[in-house]
């Protein structure tokens, strides 16, 4: 160790004292090493190291004390800092960055570091800030044996020894945690999904990461067109929308116009072109979820986009209803319209029913119900129903089918929700 990281040793332990962590579990400061390059490179249309400042303000952390080299400064950051407490701190070139820590003024005694040049998955990272000791994150055991530190719950007490021996010791003093070793499941997207962890460092890899961070979006436990017709599309819209300004709730208005349109073409007549035009609804609406997700843009529209969903979707049944009366006898068109419009809404109302009152989705009881998802009546399944029957020349009778696969979707569902909540009731839910 050198003499000036000796003398920083001791300086940071006597004013750590002044500094102690909160008395849960997650620490109070982070160190984000932003001095490399890649910590700037844009990653699903957002820098590194924006997109760890939004995941540590939703952890909790209330300090993040920012290494930059001299080329670079806070400018930029501030719309994603949140209610953390932004302080910078220069890296010097001629010490290690255990010789940076241990020069840091006001560094905790326990706090987490990430090298912003990666993009981490804010599961990994709230591992991490859940850990009791020192823990270092490592791609995989390949990684874990190369020693080198991206991220990490780290103690002052471990410094010297970090400094001195290098990157070997601190190690072999810390317990690893690989992607691997954490719980796949993600309630986000009902399904499995391997925490993400990878190195960004150039404009090929931030393009690289991009892609992987839109692919992770996909949600699991999907109606047959959203699993396996629409990823391609709505990922490729999706990385491509990256990169413009056009935010999420642009896509979803432009969705809305054009499902209107649908109604619009469905009232006076225009069956095919109508049904064929549903699938570009089905696919900003997928887009528009992926987008918000990618590039952290939220809002209280976006919160409530089902209620749109719910509008512009039954604006179709009512169309095809009054377009399919003008050339078809008796009542049967409204008959249609009016049963897939009351089983459409009794199955929204069962769903939040079950959200109420069991905390999951009635697709997530049991395996049948999430083997059922894939046929169950809703929008993409009545399209995809649409566009086969219409281009064959039956739109009354598919329509009328359609109508009754929401009746019987309406009442599996009604059958399934009593029955779950009879198992809770017995304790085996």
């Not at 750590?16 to 490179?41: F, I, K, N």
């Not at 209610?83 to 701190?89: D, F, I, K, P, S």
């Not at 905790?108 to 912003?116: G, P, T």
């Not at 699993?227 to 642009?250: G, H, K, V, Y």
Request: charged share 20%; net charge positive; with cysteine.
């Amino acid at each position: 160790m050198k003499p000036a990281e000796l003398t920083a040793f001791a300086t940071a332990r006597v004013e750590s004292r002044a500094h102690p962590t909160r008395g849960g579990s997650v620490p109070r400061q982070c160190v984000l090493d932003a001095s490399g390059s890649g910590a700037w490179e844009k990653v699903g249309g957002i820098s590194t190291i924006a997109r760890m400042l939004y995941h540590l303000d939703k952890l909790g952390i209330e300090e993040v004390v920012v290494l930059l080299s001299s080329e670079h400064g806070l400018k930029g950051l501030e719309r994603w800092t949140g209610g953390l407490r932004l302080r910078q701190a220069g890296k010097d070139a001629h010490l290690s960055l255990a010789g940076n820590l241990l020069s840091m003024a006001r560094l905790d005694r326990r706090f987490l570091y990430l090298d912003a040049a990666h993009l981490v998955d804010p599961r990994l990272i709230k591992a991490l800030a859940a850990a009791s000791k020192t823990t270092l994150t490592f791609m995989d055991p390949r990684d874990a044996r190369n020693g080198t530190v991206r991220a990490g719950l780290l103690h002052v007490d471990d410094l010297p020894a970090w400094a001195e021996e290098g990157d070997a010791a601190l190690a072999r003093r810390s317990k690893p945690l690989f992607p691997s070793s954490i719980d796949p499941y993600s309630p986000e997207i009902r399904g499995p999904l391997t925490p993400y962890f990878l190195e960004v460092r150039s404009r090929e890899e931030a393009l690289e990461a991009t892609r992987l961070l839109i692919r992770s979006q996909q949600k699991h436990v999907m109606d047959l067109p959203a699993e396996f017709i629409d990823p391609p599309f709505e990922n490729a819209l999706t990385f491509w929308l990256c990169r413009t300004s056009i935010s999420p709730d642009m896509v979803t208005l432009i969705g809305g116009a054009v499902a209107f349109f649908v109604a619009w073409l469905f009232w006076h007549g225009y069956f095919v072109a109508g049904a064929l035009l549903t699938f570009v609804v089905e696919i900003l609406d997928g887009v528009d979820g992926k987008l918000a997700r990618t590039k952290l843009q939220f809002s209280r529209f976006g919160r409530h986009e089902d209620v749109f969903d719910y509008l512009c979707e039954n604006s179709w049944y009512v169309a095809l209803g009054v377009g399919l009366s003008a050339s078809t006898p008796g009542n049967w068109p409204f008959f249609a319209a009016a049963l897939l419009i009351f089983s459409d809404t009794v199955d929204n109302v069962l769903y939040t029913l079950a959200g109420k009152w069991h905390g999951k989705s009635i697709d997530l009881y049991r395996p049948f119900d999430a083997a059922f998802r894939r046929i169950a009546g809703r929008r993409n399944i009545y399209g995809f129903m649409f566009i086969v029957g219409f281009l064959a020349g039956f739109p009354l009778q598919t329509f009328i089918l359609a109508a009754v696969w929401a009746a019987v979707t309406a009442a599996i569902h009604l059958v399934r929700l009593i029955q779950f909540g009879r198992a809770v009731a017995r304790g085996c839910g």
